[in-house]
């Protein structure tokens, strides 16, 4: 597995071996011991999601104030532009920002450690996003951080297009409303 180590430290991009040929491909998505070594990181996952969505669709940036969840994500089909914010006041990367694309294609995965806000924008006509937790969804400590905050400035490959957002992402705070425990 080849390992790229981000502007964030501990925010990588994990590339596993790909075996093909005119039958197809083969590769590993996950392998605790390979995934330990390979990050330096001890978490245990404890849940497994899957989400589709259409072209333009912008999910995040979601973290949760308790229960944080590491998450280690990839696209099995079509592509997106994966996004990690440091929100950690006491890291020396708070506020940036890192994005990959991941897809179907390139099979690369992004590990996003617990304490980081998290999204993607779908780049292609639909995607299938997985990603596997260090802890449980808990809706009740659940927050969003403004996709469009000025103050991170994350680059969206937008094209002049308006982002397709839920209800709670519209209404997402600025990382400072946030932090500061402002109610939206």
């Given at each position: 597995m080849k390992i790229t180590h981000t502007s964030i430290p501990d925010v990588l991009v994990l590339e596993p071996q790909v075996f093909?040929?005119?039958r197809g491909f083969f590769l590993e998505s996950y392998n605790d011991e390979v995934f330990r070594r390979s990050t330096g990181s001890n978490v245990v996952f404890?849940?497994?999601?899957?989400?589709r969505s259409s072209k333009g669709v912008l999910r995040g940036l979601h973290y949760q104030v308790q229960q944080p969840q590491g998450k280690l994500v990839r696209v099995v089909r079509g592509a997106?532009?994966?996004v990690a914010v440091d929100i950690r006041?006491?890291?020396?990367?708070?506020?940036c920002w890192v994005?990959?694309?991941?897809?179907?294609?390139n099979h690369r995965q992004l590990w996003v450690p617990p304490g980081l806000a998290?999204?993607?924008?779908v780049l292609s006509s639909t995607a299938d996003f997985l990603y596997k937790t260090t802890d449980y969804y808990a809706p009740a400590h659940e927050r969003s951080v403004a996709w469009n905050d000025p103050a991170i400035g994350i680059e969206w490959p937008l094209f002049g297009a308006s982002p397709i957002l839920s209800a709670k992402d519209a209404a997402a705070l600025s990382l400072a409303d946030s932090l500061a425990g402002v109610d939206s």
């Amino acid at each position: 597995m080849k390992i790229t180590h981000t502007s964030i430290p501990d925010v990588l991009v994990l590339e596993p071996q790909v075996f093909g040929d005119a039958r197809g491909f083969f590769l590993e998505s996950y392998n605790d011991e390979v995934f330990r070594r390979s990050t330096g990181s001890n978490v245990v996952f404890k849940q497994d999601n899957h989400s589709r969505s259409s072209k333009g669709v912008l999910r995040g940036l979601h973290y949760q104030v308790q229960q944080p969840q590491g998450k280690l994500v990839r696209v099995v089909r079509g592509a997106v532009f994966d996004v990690a914010v440091d929100i950690r006041p006491e890291s020396a990367t708070f506020g940036c920002w890192v994005g990959v694309e991941l897809s179907e294609e390139n099979h690369r995965q992004l590990w996003v450690p617990p304490g980081l806000a998290h999204g993607f924008l779908v780049l292609s006509s639909t995607a299938d996003f997985l990603y596997k937790t260090t802890d449980y969804y808990a809706p009740a400590h659940e927050r969003s951080v403004a996709w469009n905050d000025p103050a991170i400035g994350i680059e969206w490959p937008l094209f002049g297009a308006s982002p397709i957002l839920s209800a709670k992402d519209a209404a997402a705070l600025s990382l400072a409303d946030s932090l500061a425990g402002v109610d939206s």
